[in-house]
């Protein structure tokens, strides 16, 4: 995949969407072996669910309850950021790891903004109709809605 660079000496820039899921890795894997070139500047963005919290009762007055879930998440967020990390420096790729807060698909559109990507690739973790009606789903968010070309990987049977 050649991309037209906007000057002569300018590397391209690619943000890649990273949620802790195999998708999210699997997308990183394929954009290292199929389009990575030398040169390239990778802005990974992740952006944690909180998921735990999710399920707590809302008017839950145990605040060293709270506390615990999240100290939990927040260790296991610096985890997979320090993971991703390696797995860029295993992979020899250059960029950095950024820890995003909001809605997921706003968010990879706007670091893609501001970070003046050249695009953008991010997983898919392969919603059915129902639940991507109510839910949403991150990647159809961003190929909506970003002013970059978008590659949404989805490699449930892909060999890497």
């Given at each position: 995949m050649d991309v037209v660079k906007r000057g002569s000496d300018r590397r391209r820039r690619i943000v890649i969407g990273f949620d802790g899921s195999k998708s999210a890795e699997d997308a990183f894997r394929w954009f290292v072996t199929k389009v990575h070139q030398k040169g390239d500047y990778v802005i990974v963005i992740y952006i944690p669910e909180?998921?735990?919290?999710?399920?707590?009762?809302?008017?839950?007055?145990?605040?060293a309850l709270m506390t615990k879930i999240i100290t939990e998440e927040q260790n296991q967020n610096r985890l997979l950021m320090a993971q991703m990390n390696e797995l860029m420096k295993l992979s020899n790729v250059k960029g950095t790891v950024k820890q995003l807060t909001g809605e997921p698909g706003?968010?990879?559109?706007?670091?893609?903004?501001?970070?003046?990507?050249?695009?953008?690739?991010?997983?898919?973790?392969?919603?059915?109709?129902?639940?991507?009606?109510?839910?949403?789903?991150?990647?159809?968010?961003?190929?909506?809605?970003?002013?970059?070309?978008?590659?949404?990987?989805?490699?449930?049977?892909?060999?890497?």
């Open positions: 909180f998921k735990k919290l999710t399920h707590v009762p809302v008017m839950t007055a145990d605040a706003e968010q990879l559109v706007l670091a893609a903004r501001k970070e003046g990507a050249d695009f953008i690739v991010t997983g898919s973790r392969g919603l059915g109709t129902l639940r991507r009606t109510f839910l949403g789903s991150v990647s159809d968010y961003v190929v909506h809605h970003a002013t970059v070309p978008v590659v949404v990987c989805r490699l449930d049977d892909y060999v890497l």
